[in-house]
């Protein structure tokens, strides 16, 4: 994808989408609403990270930075490939994932349509998995092999396993792998899968036009298959605990500031052979995307170290990243880098050279920009072409919710910036976007249908009732797509024909 190129987009995870099975998949639906991004002038369909959910169902603390999350495995294909039978669901909720309901319903279907697979496979399909298997060792064995004994450990995190297997002796890791052959063969099924399902959808909205744009936070967790691969790359201590780990500090919005408590890369020790491990992951990430989002870029240039001991984020301290010389071996191996860096939050000027030097676009947020006056950064007339604008994203209130929540002052600036009401203040900012010269702009469906808080995705620093919301196709009706369509022709974001001027 061209990030210079005048277009726009729509925000919603893949989990987001509709259908029967509990959670969002890449099956029909996701075809289907590559349809309808189609059809409303869309260029740019933007993801959430794709990895495995970790604690308060986040895929910003997975297991795996290389992983396909399990639960965005259609079983529509397995069925149809005779691995599974038709599945009979329970009554689940349609708006909202109840993620203690269907993983494990989810997980039972998947180890029935490995056992399928397993017995049933024709020989051609087999040669097709071994090659896959093949060509994603460098992280694939190391991952199911820990998925693996994570559940002959009764789920245990890894730095509490056997010390033969917390320590990666040689020998024990090659008896592990015949005791568990099995279970490592499914979840590499699994991954398998993910990879055949997501580029089906891939090469559907390329052929279409539309560009996937995934993220990629910048952190990894403690409990994962990275960090126990390779334990020497984090600042952790002889018990494999962290010394010290990442957040931000206080600030207006939180006293405590945010104690994320991700392990800290020894950038120091990821240099010496060249960032090898972060070359990876984004050779990986660009399989899989045509673009993506680094979450927390400003993490790169300086980042918040506080100690593991400290509770909140009250202790702490800004040490340096690793820089350029990371983007630039990354580069070096794998050419121009299509990459958005998220750079919101406390930015100083070295996170602007990073980015700028980089040449990465940035990211700006309408909803931020009512609270000064007008020659505030996040307002439309003093964008840069090289930016994204976004209504909100995954961590903001939808616009309906900021409006209902604003200040007066902040309520009465938007109204009269954009020629606004309660009623229309979603179209407004979407509108506003649309025309500012920002090369991007991106819209969270949410904003799109004009929800409230109550749709919104995720509060962050907050844990239960996030990264669930999901919507139906009755929600959307006929006229979300025709306005959308409508303002991104106007603006020069969409085919010019959706506007139907007459002759």
Request: with cysteine; aromatic share 12%; hydrophobic share 45%.
């Amino acid at each position: 994808m061209n990030l210079n190129q005048r277009a726009s987009g729509v925000l919603l995870h893949i989990t987001s989408l509709p259908g029967p099975h509990g959670i969002g998949d890449l099956g029909p639906s996701a075809l289907h609403f590559v349809d309808w991004l189609e059809s409303a002038g869309q260029r740019v369909w933007q993801l959430l990270p794709t990895t495995p959910i970790g604690p308060g169902d986040s895929p910003y603390q997975s297991v795996s930075a290389f992983a396909g999350s399990p639960l965005m495995v259609a079983l529509e294909p397995l069925v149809e490939a005779g691995w599974l039978p038709q599945p009979q669901p329970p009554q689940f909720h349609a708006h909202q994932v109840n993620f203690g309901q269907v993983v494990p319903w989810r997980m039972q279907q998947l180890r029935a349509a490995a056992a399928g697979f397993f017995t049933k496979a024709t020989e051609a399909q087999r040669q097709q998995y071994a090659a896959w298997a093949q060509s994603q060792a460098s992280w694939l064995d190391d991952y199911s092999l820990f998925m693996a004994l994570e559940s002959a450990h009764g789920g245990k995190c890894w730095w509490d396993w056997a010390p033969e297997l917390r320590s990666r002796k040689k020998a024990a890791l090659t008896k592990a792998r015949k005791e568990h052959a099995d279970e490592i063969a499914f979840w590499c099924f699994v991954q398998w899968q993910f990879d055949v399902q997501l580029a089906a959808v891939k090469a559907y909205a390329n052929a279409k036009g539309i560009a996937i744009m995934g993220d990629l936070p910048i952190f990894i967790a403690h409990h994962s298959a990275d960090c126990w691969a390779a334990p020497e790359f984090y600042y952790l201590d002889e018990a494999f605990q962290p010394t010290v780990v990442a957040g931000v500090p206080p600030d207006a919005m939180s006293a405590d500031g945010q104690r994320w408590g991700n392990p800290l890369y020894r950038w120091d020790r990821m240099a010496k052979d060249g960032f090898a491990w972060w070359t990876a992951r984004v050779r990986r990430a660009l399989a899989q995307a045509d673009v993506f989002r680094i979450d927390h870029f400003r993490g790169f240039a300086g980042y918040y170290e506080i100690p593991a001991s400290c509770p909140t984020a009250q202790e702490g301290q800004w040490v340096p990243g690793p820089g350029k010389a990371l983007f630039d071996a990354i580069a070096k191996e794998l050419g121009p880098l299509p990459i958005v860096a998220e750079d919101l939050g406390l930015i100083t000027p070295d996170v602007i050279d990073l980015r700028d030097g980089c040449g990465f676009p940035g990211m700006k947020i309408l909803q931020f920009g009512f609270g000064a006056e007008g020659d505030h950064e996040f307002l439309p007339h003093n964008y840069a072409r090289e930016t994204i604008v976004y209504t909100g994203t995954h961590d903001n209130d939808t616009v309906k919710g900021w409006w209902n929540a604003a200040r007066p002052r902040e309520r009465e600036y938007a109204a009269s910036y954009l020629a606004c009401g309660a009623h229309d203040v979603h179209w407004a900012m979407i509108r506003a976007a649309a025309n500012s010269v920002s090369n991007l702009a991106v819209f969270p469906l949410q904003d799109i249908l004009g929800l409230d808080s109550a749709h919104r995705m995720n509060t962050p620093g907050t844990l239960g009732g996030n990264w669930g919301w999901r919507f139906t196709w009755d929600m959307v009706g006929a006229e979300p797509g025709r306005v959308l369509g409508l303002i991104s022709a106007a603006s020069g974001r969409g085919p010019f024909s959706l506007l139907k001027l007459p002759a």
